[in-house]
T-cell receptor, first 117, second 111 residues
Framework: DTGVSQDPRHKITKRGQNVTFRCDPI?????LYWYRQTLGQGPEFLTY????????KSRLLSDRFSAERPKGSFSTLEIQRTEQGDSAMYLC???????????????FGPGTRLTVL | QKEVEQNSGPLSVPEGAIASLNCTYS??????FFWYRQYSGKSPELIMS????GDKEDGRFTAQLNKASQYVSLLIRDSQPSDSATYLC???????????FGKGITLSVRP
């Protein structure tokens, strides 16, 4: 399977705990995005990497959230001191983007569903 | 605030009918437009992309774009029960290509 993969698929944690999610993009894709989706809403952008550089972070992303993409391959999203409001589906997407081009299509992984008790 | 609106839902059509899904966006600088299908409990799946004014057809799906009216639509011909899902409109406005999504329209195709 050469699609985007995410791990774990489900995570249940207690309020105040830290959690980390992993995303493996499609192998030749240089761009990687994290989104968050809550019930009845469309995905909301969290952050974006081009290769290993984190180029944009949403204002939605509090300082409890951090993301990395070492070596421009897989990415991790960590949430520290989780809150019940963090419960959502965390989606990773990747694309092959060229400078100045708007045409790149993003392909999503299966998501990680986080439940904070 | 760049917005994408999908207000016409939920939508129910009989099997074999044409389903018409609409989307408007606020940022005139938007360059590319996408439709994703999302089944309950699953992640979004890209089904159509469109970049120029006019129609783009792919099988039973036709995407329509009118940049002057800031309007994009998706037509599904010969609707099947398997088309029952939430359809998300997404718009890309910036050089970083992040997507802004609408809330989605839930389509139900009655056998």
């Amino acid at each position: 399977d050469t699609g985007v993969s995410q791990d774990p698929r489900h995570k249940i944690t207690k309020r105040g705990q830290n959690v980390t999610f992993r995303c493996d993009p499609i192998s030749e894709h240089n761009r990687l995005y994290w989104y968050r989706q809550t019930l009845g809403q469309g995905p909301e952008f969290l952050t974006y990497f081009q290769n290993e550089a984190q180029l944009e972070k949403s204002r939605l992303l509090s300082d409890r959230f951090s993301a990395e993409r070492p070596k421009g391959s897989f990415s991790t999203l960590e949430i520290q001191r989780t809150e019940q409001g963090d419960s959502a589906m965390y989606l990773c997407a990747s694309s092959l983007g060229l400078a100045g081009e708007y045409y790149n299509e993003q392909f999503f992984g299966p998501g990680t569903r986080l439940t904070v008790l | 605030q760049k917005e994408v609106e999908q207000n016409s839902g939920p939508l129910s059509v009989p099997e074999g009918a044409i389903a018409s899904l609409n989307c408007t966006y606020s940022d005139r600088g938007s360059q590319s437009f996408f439709w994703y299908r999302q089944y309950s409990g699953k992640s979004p799946e890209l089904i159509m992309s469109i970049y120029s004014n006019g129609d783009k057809e792919d099988g039973r799906f036709t995407a329509q774009l009118n940049k002057a009216s800031q309007y994009v639509s998706l037509l599904i011909r010969d609707s099947q029960p398997s088309d029952s899902a939430t359809y998300l409109c997404a718009v890309n406005t910036g050089a970083n290509s992040k997507l802004t999504f609408g809330k989605g329209i839930t389509l139900s195709v009655r056998p």
